[in-house]
C-alpha cells in the first residue's frame, strides 16, 4: 500500500528532474504540465484510498515506527494533498501564459515541481523532524521562486521574507530538539502519548509555544506576519497565487496537526493564547488591507486575515470549529490563488495593479470582471458561494458555546473584506480608466489569456460548486474534524498496535 | 558536561540576538549562523552527553555491543548542518546580489518592494 503515499510526493520530484533538463525546450513546460496532472490523478488515488479505508500509513524502508519514517494520511492530509495537486495544475496552466523563456530557462519549472513536492510531503509526513525537512524543501524553492526574473523590488522582498523564515525554521527546530530530549521520540503518533506521560508538562507548555511561534511565522499570525506584505505583492502572479494558495497554509495545517494531536495537555493556556491571536490577526489583516491601495497588497492582507478564521476554528477546539477551520483552509486556498490569478490577467488588461492607475476593467472585460467577483465575494462570506458556509460553520461554532464577542469579531471582519473588495471592484472594473485609455484584452496575445483564463474559470467553477452543493465537502470536514479530535485510529495505524 | 553546553548555546544566542537586531543585514546573517549553531547544539544536547563508544555494529551481530553513545541526534544535527549551510550560501548569494542591485545592506535603506511614500497616502 506505501506506493499511494509515496506516489504524491515522487511525482513532482521526477517531474522537477525532467522539466529541469528540459528547461531550455518549449517541452519543459508541457512536462510540467503533464506532471502536475499526473499528480492530481495519484492525489486522487490516495484521496480514494483513504476514503475507503479510513487513515492509512506506510513506514519508510520497512524501519518500523516510532524508529523509521512514516508517512500517514488521515482526512485532513488527504484533502490537503488534493487541493495541493489542484492548485498546481491550475498554477502550472497559468505558468504558460505568464512566464517569460528566460525565466522557464533558469529552471523555474523544476522550482515549481520541488515546492509542490515539499509542501505535499509536509502534509504527508508523520515523523517531526521529517516535517522540518519538508519545511525546508518547501522553504529553499519559495525562496528561488521569489526572486526569480530578479530586479530591486523583488530582491529587497526576497531579502526580508528569507531572513523572517530563517528565523522561525531556527525556532522550530529547537522546539524539536528539545521535544525529542523530553520524551526521546519523534513520531508524531508516538509522541502524544509520550507528551502526556511526560514528566515536567510546564517545560511541555513551553516547548508547545515554541511551535507555535515556529508555525505561526509561516502561517503569519499577528503579530508575526510582517513579511508577508513584505514579499507576496513582487513576484511572477503565478508564483504569488501558489505562495498565497499554498504557503501559509502548511503552517495552518502543522499547527492543526500539533495543536490536535500532541499539544493537548493544557488546552485552556495554548488554545486560549491562540484564540486572542486570531482574533488580531483577523482585525489587523483586514485594517492593513483597507489602508493599501494595489491590488495584490489588498489581497496579501487578506490571507493574513482569512489564516485567522482557520486558527480560529483550531482555538475554539470544538468539533464543530474543527470542521469549520478545515473547511475554510480547503475553501481559501482555491478562492486566494484564484484572486491572484485574476489580478494577474487585469495587470496583462490595464497594464498595472496599481488601483489609481487602472480602470475601466468591467467595460473592456465583463467576462474577468464577473470571474473577479466569485472569488471576491466568496472571499468574504456571500451566499451562496463556498465561503459563506466556511464563515457560517465558524460563527455557529462561536455562538454555540456562547462567545458573543468572537462572532461578532468574525462578522466584523466579514463586513470589512467586502470593503476591500468593492474598493478594489470599484477602483479596477468599475471607474473609468485614468489615462482615459480603455483597457483592451486586444493587447495581451491570445496564448496568453487563454493560458490565464482557464485556471481561473476551472477555480470559480470550483467555488460554485462547493457554494451550491456544500453537503459532501461539509460532511468530509466533519469527519475530518473528528480524527482531529479524536486520533486514535491515527496513532494505532501508525504504530501498528491494535487496541 | 550539560552544564557547559546549556552555558554555551545560551552565549551562542545572546550573541546571535544581539547580532540579529542590527540594521546592517551582514550583522543579521552572522547572527543566523550563530543561532542555527545553538539550535544544533541544543538537539546534540538533548539526545543526553553520556560516554559510549561509536554506536557501531560489528560484523555478524544484530545490534551494537556494550554501551554506545546515542546516534539518533547525531543524524539529526547532520541534517540540520547540511541544510543550513545549503541556505546559508543561498541567503549570501542573495544578499551580495541586493547589495550590487541595490547598493546597500542597511535594512532600512531597503524600502523598494514597500516604497516610503505608501505609507502617508
Redesign the interface.
Known sequence: MSWVLVLPIAVPFATAVVAYLARNYPAGRWISLAGSALSLVVSAILMVAVLNEGVIAAQMSNWNAPFGITLVADYLSAVMVVITAITGLATAIYALGEIPEETESLGFYALFQVLIAGVTGAFLTGDL?NL??WF?VM??AS??LL?IG???????????Y??LN??ST?IF??G???L??VTGTLNMADLRQAVANAENQGLITVIAMMFMVGFGVKAAVFPLFFWL???Y??PYFTISAVFAGLLTKVGVYAMMRMFTLVFVGDVGFTHEILIWVSLLTMFTGVIGAAA??DFRKILSFHIISQIGYMTLGLALFTPLALMGGVFYLVHHIIVKANLFFVAGLAKQYAGSTDLNKIGGLYKSSPLLAALFIIPAFSLAGFPPLSGFWAKYLIVKAALEIDAWFIAFVSLLVGLLTIFSMTKIWGMAFWKPHPDGIDPTPDRAPARVTRAMMIPIIGLAAMTILIGFYPEPFVQFAQTAAQQLLDPTDYVTTVLGVQP | MEALTAIVIGVLTAASVYL?LARN?MR?LFG?IL??N??NL??F????MTKGAPALVPYGEDGPLGVVGNA??QA?VL??IV?GF??LA??LA??F??YR??NSVD?DE?????PKE?TT?
Open positions: 523532524f522540518y525537512v525546508e522553504l529553499i525562496f528561488s526572486v530578479g530586479g530591486k523590488e523583488r530582491l529587497d522582498a526576497g531579502i526580508k528569507v531572513a530563517l528565523v531556527l527546530l529547537s524539536i530538539g528539545l525529542y530530549g506584505p513584505a514579499s505583492h513582487t493599501q491601495s | 540579529m543585514f543579521f543566523m543561532l542555527s545553538a539550535v541544543t538537539i544536547a538533548s539526545g543526553r539518533l541526534p539529526l541534517t540540520a541544510i545549503g541556505l543561498f541567503t542573495l544578499v546580489e541586493g542591485r541595490m535594512t531597503m524600502r523598494f518592494a514597500e505608501d497616502k
